[in-house]
């Protein structure tokens, strides 16, 4: 069979303008118009066209760029640039236009909060063309990896540990000049001794620095690199990295609100995300979804109090194991004479309230426990007998344990992993996210909201389609 070849010499008629190579459905097009469809005076971004001094390239063209950039999985300053020089679409998203990469990096540095508001916009985008509905909310999180090492993550301890061994070492300088003195050592000796010197103490300066700065804000771990991000624990080993949120909408699965936060744990991010997203919204969401990394009884009634259905898990809700025959579960509590009685009819009185913790402890009697048929599978606590701790906010607990259980919040809760997981499984595989380019908390807000838009974008394409986002846009 013949094949096929190629005639690089073979002479061609090229269309006369950009326009001609980009199809009028291509995803480009949707880009273009979207961004232009940004209200960039909400973003805190000045679009004046009888500036005078220096031109500067247009913002709006600088948008496009990073946020189709980003859509693609090309987020380097660099390979935006080199994009701009060899990729049609790009080529014709910025009509010909070709920044450099310092440029293409300075704007994204220097227009931080103006990019964390850009899915803000494309949610509202989003409203208006009827694609966000706003009833049900879903929650969730995701740890990202930071712009910085964790071997420049700095604890109080290991400050601490390296404070002994430079204390140690500057010590055994001393010792060595001393030495040196009385054996009258070379001069050239001495200056190397004393170099040494200067660097053991500058380096201890640092690390008293650091161990202040760990006190002083009170947190487990300081980054010398980015002090914004935390020390965070996932599948892959402890990375320094960021708590990346976001909250979606049930109707398409679209992003409502984007947040990143430098806590490990989801704990403290119910409450604050989904006021977030109701800001966004407009209007109050009827329910709201989440996991049991969520089940923070202070953040639950928080929401609950604004008329709001909460629909997330208890800890022990989430294991979905049945309580053991003595289980705390199965004592009876007592709540008028505030106490618990265990199955075998014993009273566990009150014995004190850990306000740390939160909770209440009630005790047996050693002598009633150590009595009982059951001791040593009940309790093995042969002085105190048996142990019942309640959370101060138990009644709460029951209560949103009790809503979680609803046959209605049951069928809401089956679709929060289609809904809320894969916009991260897009951001992280697809868009090759894994670690944000930018340092600090402005930073990395403002990467994730662009990651967001562009999650956005894409699935507006593909609910309505390039040419109908013409028509919906312009009308």
């Known amino acids: 069979m013949a094949y096929r070849h190629g005639d690089r010499s073979q002479k061609t008629l090229f269309p006369q303008s950009i326009d001609e190579y980009i199809s009028q459905d291509a995803p480009a097009r949707a880009y273009d118009v979207i961004i232009?469809?940004?209200?960039?005076?909400?973003?805190?971004?000045e679009i004046d066209p009888h500036k005078v001094g220096c031109p500067q390239y247009d913002p709006r063209s600088m948008l496009k760029l990073l946020v189709y950039g980003y859509s693609y999985g090309v987020r380097s300053s660099r390979k935006l640039e080199r994009e701009c020089h060899n990729n049609i679409s790009f080529i014709w998203l910025m009509a010909d236009l070709k920044p450099d990469h310092k440029t293409i990096a300075e704007f994204r540095r220097g227009n931080k909060k103006a990019l964390s508001k850009v899915l803000r916009e494309i949610a509202r985008l989003c409203i208006d063309l009827d694609?966000?509905?706003?009833?049900?909310?879903?929650?969730?999180?995701s740890r990202i990896r930071a712009n910085a090492s964790i071997s420049n993550s700095w604890t109080k301890e290991k400050c601490q540990r390296k404070l002994?061994?430079?204390?140690?070492?500057?010590?055994?300088?001393?010792?060595?000049?001393?030495?040196?003195?009385?054996?009258?050592?070379?001069?050239?000796?001495?200056?190397?001794?004393?170099?040494?010197?200067?660097?053991?103490?500058?380096?201890?300066?640092?690390?008293?620095?650091?161990?202040?700065?760990?006190?002083?804000?009170?947190?487990?771990?300081?980054n010398t690199i980015d002090p914004d991000c935390a020390k965070i624990h996932s599948r892959q080993g402890d990375h320094a990295g960021y708590n990346g949120q976001i909250v979606v909408d049930q109707k398409h699965g679209l992003i409502v609100n984007?947040?990143?936060?430098?806590?490990?744990?989801?704990?403290?991010?119910?409450?604050?995300?989904?006021?977030?997203?109701?800001?966004?919204?407009?209007?109050?969401?009827?329910?709201?979804?989440?996991?049991?990394?969520?089940?923070?009884?202070?953040?639950?009634?928080?929401?609950?109090?604004?008329?709001?259905?909460?629909?997330?898990?208890?800890?022990?809700?989430?294991?979905?194991?049945?309580?053991?025959?003595?289980d705390a579960r199965n004592f009876t509590y007592d709540r008028d004479n505030d106490c618990y009685i265990c199955p075998e009819g014993k009273t566990l009185s009150l014995r004190n309230i850990e306000r740390k913790k939160r909770r209440k402890v009630y005790l047996g009697r050693g002598s009633t426990c150590?009595?009982?048929?059951?001791?040593?599978?009940?309790?093995?606590?042969?002085?105190?007998?048996?142990?019942?701790?309640?959370?101060?906010?138990?009644?709460?607990?029951?209560?949103?344990?009790?809503?979680y259980q609803l046959p209605k919040s049951q069928e809401i809760y089956k679709l929060r992993k289609q809904k809320v997981e894969?916009?991260?499984?897009?951001?992280?595989?697809?868009?090759?996210?894994?670690?944000?380019?930018?340092?600090?908390?402005?930073?990395?807000?403002?990467?994730?909201?662009?990651?967001?838009?562009?999650?956005?974008?894409?699935?507006m394409i593909n609910i309505v389609g390039v040419c109908s986002l013409f028509e919906k846009l312009a009308g």
């Open 36 to 45: 232009d469809s940004l209200e960039f005076g909400e973003l805190g971004i």
């Open 131 to 141: 694609l966000i509905e706003g009833n049900s909310l879903f929650l969730d999180g």
């Open 164 to 222: 002994k061994k430079i204390d140690k070492r500057i010590a055994d300088i001393l010792e060595e000049c001393d030495n040196a003195d009385q054996r009258e050592a070379a001069c050239g000796s001495f200056v190397k001794i004393k170099e040494e010197l200067t660097d053991q103490e500058a380096l201890r300066a640092r690390v008293k620095s650091i161990l202040n700065n760990i006190e002083q804000e009170q947190r487990p771990s300081v």
């Open 258 to 326: 984007s947040d990143v936060v430098n806590e490990n744990n989801d704990n403290h991010q119910f409450a604050d995300q989904i006021d977030q997203a109701n800001e966004v919204l407009g209007k109050k969401c009827e329910s709201a979804c989440a996991d049991s990394g969520y089940s923070d009884i202070d953040e639950l009634k928080k929401i609950d109090k604004q008329n709001i259905d909460v629909i997330v898990p208890s800890a022990r809700q989430a294991c979905g194991k049945e309580p053991a025959t003595f």
């Open 370 to 403: 150590r009595a009982c048929e059951h001791f040593g599978r009940c309790t093995t606590n042969s002085v105190h007998g048996r142990k019942v701790t309640r959370l101060l906010g138990e009644d709460n607990r029951r209560k949103f344990e009790r809503q």
């Open 422 to 459: 894969l916009p991260f499984g897009h951001i992280k595989r697809n868009l090759k996210a894994g670690h944000f380019l930018l340092r600090g908390l402005d930073g990395v807000k403002a990467e994730m909201s662009l990651l967001a838009g562009c999650f956005n974008i894409v699935r």
